[in-house]
Structure formats: structure tokens, C-alpha cells
């Protein structure tokens, strides 16, 4: 049976008719929605990185900031999204900016838990560039949260990795967090 065929079943199940004229496209168009929402699953974070590596004795922090991304939860396949900050020390390595949004958006668009986004972002820059640090700080409305179960609206979660030097030095993880609080620093 194909995809197609299940979202009829699904859409008969909750009492429609996916015969009807408003519906009779329903299931090709909740597939091709599907694809683009999971994308993430064909793309290999290691080969987006490496493919803009540059050699710089640059070591100060470098701080992309405000990312917007979207996600779907995997407990009720319902959206998350927010902003996403993410900084990193380079050591004798930085990556091309835009690489660093690629690799939220490789991991946005798979079925997910914030936390598990937030952690796969900072791991996959530490392991690729091995810088002295990275941070990652990302900052999420549920709709899961919103529209079943608590029903809480204006919620928002926080989470955040810190590896290296974010970790282990305060002052550099103070700084990361008054950078990202930062409205005039746009």
C-alpha cells in the first residue's frame, strides 16, 4: 500500500470522505508536504561541513544568531519552531556561515525532540572543525503544546549545549549568552 493509500484510510478513519472534491488531492499533496518536512533524512551533516572548511588563525568567537527553523515533533508529528544560536571558537578551522544554517536544517527536518536537535547541532561542529568550543542555545514554541494536551498558549522551551570552552569557562559562556540577548547587536 502507498503512502498515498494510507493517508485515504487515515482520512476515512476520522470520518471524511477523501472522495469528496476538497479532499480528492489530500493524500499526494500530504506526501509531497511529508518529503519536504523530512528532508533532512537524505543529507549527510559531515558532508555539508566539510565542504566549506577554510584554514584561519582566526580564535575569537563566531556567533550566527536568531536562526529561524521549523521542525516536527516525533511524539505527535505536530510543528515545533523558533530561533536557534549558534557560536563556536574556531581553532585554526572556521566554516562557511551559511553551513552552519545548512546544519540546522539537516537536523530540523527529521522527525525530532528539541533536545536531540540541540545536541546533534553542537556535536556535529565539535566533531567537524574541532574548534575549542561550540554553543548552541535553541529556543522553541510546541504546537503540541499549544493546541492538544496542556493546551498552554505563549510557552516557549529552551535548550542548550555547551561543549569546550563554553562548558568548562564561564566568562566564555556568559558572553555567548549576553551576545545572543543582545537586540542592538543585529
Known amino acids: 500500500m502507498t503512502v498515498e493509500n494510507h493517508v485515504r484510510e487515515l482520512l476515512r478513519a476520522i470520518g471524511e470522505d477523501p472522495d469528496r472534491e476538497g479532499l480528492e488531492r489530500t493524500p ?30 582566526y580564535s575569537e568567537m563566531i556567533l550566527v544568531k536568531d536562526i529561524d527553523f521549523f521542525s516536527l515533533c516525533e511524539h505527535h508529528m505536530l510543528p515545533f519552531f523558533g530561533k536557534a544560536h549558534i557560536a563556536y571558537i574556531p581553532s585554526h578551522k572556521i566554516l562557511g556561515l551559511s553551513k552552519i544554517v545548512r546544519l540546522l536544517e539537516v537536523f530540523a527536518r527529521r522527525l525530532q525532540v528539541q533536545e536531540r536537535l540541540t545536541t546533534q547541532v553542537a556535536s556535529s561542529l565539535m566533531e567537524a572543525i574541532e574548534p575549542d568550543g561550540v554553543g ?14 496542556v493546551e498552554k498558549q505563549n510557552s516557549f522551551v529552551t535548550t542548550s549545549a555547551m561543549l569546550g570552552t563554553f562548558r568548562k569557562n564561564s566568562e566564555t559562556r556568559q558572553e555567548f549568552m549576553g551576545l545572543i540577548r543582545n537586540q542592538s547587536g543585529r
Request: net charge negative; charged share 30%; hydrophobic share 40%.
Open 28 to 57: 499526494e499533496r500530504v506526501v509531497r508536504a511529508l518529503s519536504a518536512l523530512t528532508k533532512g533524512y537524505q543529507e549527510d551533516p559531515r558532508e555539508i561541513l566539510n565542504s566549506a572548511l577554510f584554514t584561519e588563525e
Open 136 to 149: 548552541v542555545v535553541v529556543e522553541a514554541e510546541h504546537l503540541c503544546m499549544r493546541m492538544r494536551g
